[in-house]
């Protein structure tokens, strides 16, 4: 790593203490520039990595509401408004427990590169509530999404910042910030993404993510001639990437045979079928069931419940390709090493940042083909941004259109990271790749609009 890197580094665990998400993700995307920066010799003259690494903006909130019971309730809401020097602010809503300010910053950060692969005009941002919508009412979720976003709505706009979905933010929750913008600022524009399709939204928005990462799978396999016909496939997470991720491997003829929740997974041998995960998506996205109730209804498949620490065993199953979909960090390198002893060759993140950094290196030194999730799950973003033109034009594009927008684009997001790679000597290196081609052309704007 190059001095200068490291002292970048080093100031930014200075100056932002514990928050170790974000200073992950910035040690990530740091590490593949080093192999570029010091051909760019006027970026370090302007501090660009400097002021890359430091938000615009964040906004902090008060979210309270009263439950059921008539119980008051007080969460923080955030919104991080990363960069904006590629486009208006874009990036998602998360609801959950777990959030945090350092885990936003991380998401917003690599949102930022994601958004610049995509080879659209949006810039970065990540924002959310330490909110746990498990067991909540829909009035509930509706009192909270309204309580979010009589704040939330000061900072956003068309052509301001968008927001999307995320973890706890799906269409019903967009459904209720939506109204509340629309109520609150009279005015019906493409503020947020991931709406209905009859208030604006735009087709496969729901789909698009997952179907992305398959796409992306499908761009790594066919260099080497390869396809995914049969391949089986381990899929984590049961929520809207992870379904939709499993629902195109059916389509092109793989066989996904897990899926989970952070409950524990379903195995299913010969590979879910569609009837099945038709059943799957009315057991998560309307009874918002758990994934073991799948084991009780199918006989085919067995349920394991996830280990309190330890191996998770989820990572033991043997496959040959494999998709990350549910959160962050939850492959670490033992899992990584079991993967690789049961036959893996082929690791596609569909979740952001769901493989550690040590994780990663292990694929690396076994030269197991591996995508990172700011490349391979730009699909949703991209139909973020085909939302938002549609939006802008007051007209709505046929769902092969879209798909074949995403596609092209996806296709594009494959090409520029082994472009890159090759490039800088990383030969196959999607990660490095990425991180450089994202890093760019957001540099590029930054340098041209005066390094700001
Ligand atoms: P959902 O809320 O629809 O689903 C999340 C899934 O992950 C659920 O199955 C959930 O299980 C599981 N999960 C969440 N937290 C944990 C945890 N700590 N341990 C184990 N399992 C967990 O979210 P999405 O599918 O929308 O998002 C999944 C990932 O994909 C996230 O990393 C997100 O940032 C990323 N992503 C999403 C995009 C989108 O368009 N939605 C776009 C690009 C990236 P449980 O119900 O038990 O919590």
Same mark, same amino acid.
Not at 200 to 229: H, I, N, Q
Not at 388 to 402: K, P
Not at 422 to 427: K, L, N, R, Y
């Given at each position: 790593?190059?001095?200068?890197?490291?002292?970048?580094?080093?100031?930014?665990?200075?100056?932002?203490?514990?928050?170790?998400?974000?200073?992950?993700?910035?040690?990530?995307?740091?590490?593949?520039?080093?192999?570029?920066?010091?051909?760019?010799?006027?970026?370090?003259?302007?501090?660009?990595?400097?002021?890359?690494?430091?938000?615009?903006?964040?906004?902090?909130?008060?979210?309270?509401?009263?439950?059921?019971?008539?119980?008051?309730?007080?969460?923080?809401?955030?919104?991080?408004?990363?960069?904006?020097?590629?486009?208006?602010?874009?990036?998602?809503?998360?609801?959950?427990?777990?959030?945090?300010?350092?885990?936003?910053?991380?998401?917003?950060?690599?949102?930022?590169?994601?958004?610049?692969?995509?080879?659209?005009?949006?810039?970065?941002?990540?924002?959310?509530?330490?909110?746990?919508?498990?067991?909540?009412?829909?009035?509930?979720?509706?009192?909270?999404?309204?309580?979010?976003?009589?704040?939330?709505?000061?900072?956003?706009?068309?052509?301001?910042?968008?927001?999307?979905?995320?973890?706890?933010?799906?269409?019903?929750?967009?459904?209720?910030?939506?109204?509340?913008?629309?109520?609150?600022?009279?005015?019906?524009?493409?503020?947020?993404?991931?709406?209905?399709?009859?208030?604006?939204?735009?087709?496969?928005?729901?789909?698009?993510?997952?179907?992305?990462?398959?796409?992306?799978?499908?761009?790594?396999?066919?260099?080497?001639?390869?396809?995914?016909?049969?391949?089986?496939?381990?899929?984590?997470?049961?929520?809207?990437?992870?379904?939709?991720?499993?629902?195109?491997?059916?389509?092109?003829?793989?066989?996904?045979?897990?899926?989970?929740?952070?409950?524990?997974?379903?195995?299913?041998?010969?590979?879910?079928?569609?009837?099945?995960?038709?059943?799957?998506?009315?057991?998560?996205?309307?009874?918002?069931?758990?994934?073991?109730?799948?084991?009780?209804?199918?006989?085919?498949?067995?349920?394991? !419940?996830?280990?309190? +620490? /330890? *191996? #998770?065993?989820?990572?033991?199953? &043997? @496959?040959?390709? =494999? $998709?990350?979909?549910?959160?962050?960090?939850?492959?670490?390198?033992?899992?990584?090493?079991?993967?690789?002893?049961?036959?893996? !060759?082929?690791?596609? +993140? /569909? *979740? #952001?940042?769901?493989?550690?950094? &040590? @994780?990663?290196? =292990? $694929?690396?030194?076994?030269?197991?083909?591996?995508?990172?999730?700011?490349?391979?799950?730009?699909?949703?973003?991209?139909?973020?941004?085909?939302?938002?033109?549609?939006?802008?034009?007051?007209?709505?594009?046929?769902?092969?259109? =879209?798909?074949?927008?995403?596609?092209?684009?996806?296709?594009?997001?494959?090409?520029?990271?082994?472009?890159?790679?090759?490039?800088?000597?990383?030969?196959?290196?999607?990660?490095?790749?990425?991180?450089?081609?994202?890093?760019?052309? =957001?540099?590029?704007?930054?340098?041209?609009?005066?390094?700001?």
């Amino acid at each position: 790593m190059s001095g200068y890197i490291k002292d970048v580094l080093e100031s930014l665990e200075e100056r932002n203490p514990g928050e170790k998400e974000f200073l992950a993700a910035a040690k990530e995307a740091l590490d593949s520039i080093g192999l570029i920066i010091d051909d760019h010799p006027d970026h370090r003259k302007s501090a660009i990595l400097e002021r890359l690494v430091e938000p615009e903006r964040i906004i902090t909130f008060r979210a309270p509401w009263v439950d059921d019971d008539g119980k008051p309730h007080v969460n923080r809401g955030w919104r991080v408004q990363f960069s904006s020097a590629l486009g208006p602010y874009k990036g998602g809503l998360r609801f959950h427990p777990s959030v945090t300010q350092s885990v936003l910053k991380f998401l917003g950060f690599e949102q930022t590169f994601k958004n610049s692969l995509t080879g659209l005009s949006l810039g970065g941002a990540k924002g959310g509530a330490d909110f746990d919508p498990k067991g909540r009412s829909d009035d509930e979720i509706r009192r909270f999404c309204e309580s979010f976003m009589d704040e939330l709505h000061r900072h956003i706009g068309p052509d301001r910042d968008i927001p999307a979905g995320d973890i706890g933010v799906g269409s019903r929750e967009i459904g209720y910030l939506f109204g509340r913008y629309r109520r609150l600022r009279n005015e019906f524009t493409g503020t947020l993404t991931g709406k209905g399709l009859a208030w604006g939204g735009s087709p496969l928005r729901t789909e698009a993510t997952g179907y992305g990462v398959v796409y992306f799978a499908a761009a790594m396999l066919s260099d080497s001639g390869k396809s995914l016909e049969g391949m089986r496939c381990i899929v984590s997470g049961s929520g809207n990437v992870a379904v939709y991720t499993a629902e195109k491997l059916i389509d092109m003829g793989a066989r996904p045979i897990t899926l989970s929740d952070s409950g524990g997974f379903i195995f299913e041998p010969d590979g879910l079928t569609r009837e099945k995960l038709d059943w799957i998506k009315e057991l998560k996205f309307e009874r918002r069931g758990r994934i073991s109730e799948y084991a009780d209804e199918f006989s085919s498949a067995k349920y394991t !419940k996830a280990p309190k +620490e /330890g *191996a #998770n065993p989820l990572w033991q199953v &043997e @496959a040959d390709g =494999v $998709f990350p979909c549910a959160t962050q960090n939850e492959l670490d390198e033992r899992g990584a090493r079991d993967l690789v002893k049961a036959g893996v !060759k082929l690791v596609v +993140e /569909g *979740a #952001n940042m769901p493989a550690t950094h &040590e @994780a990663v290196e =292990v $694929f690396r030194e076994k030269k197991i083909a591996f995508a990172p999730g700011k490349a391979s799950n730009a699909g949703g973003v991209a139909v973020s941004g085909l939302e938002m033109s549609q939006n802008s034009m007051r007209l709505t594009w046929t769902e092969e259109e =879209v798909e074949g927008r995403l596609r092209a684009i996806i296709e594009r997001v494959h090409k520029s990271c082994l472009d890159m790679a090759d490039v800088c000597g990383q030969c196959n290196d999607y990660a490095h790749g990425a991180n450089i081609a994202g890093y760019l052309r =957001v540099a590029a704007a930054m340098k041209a609009q005066g390094a700001w």
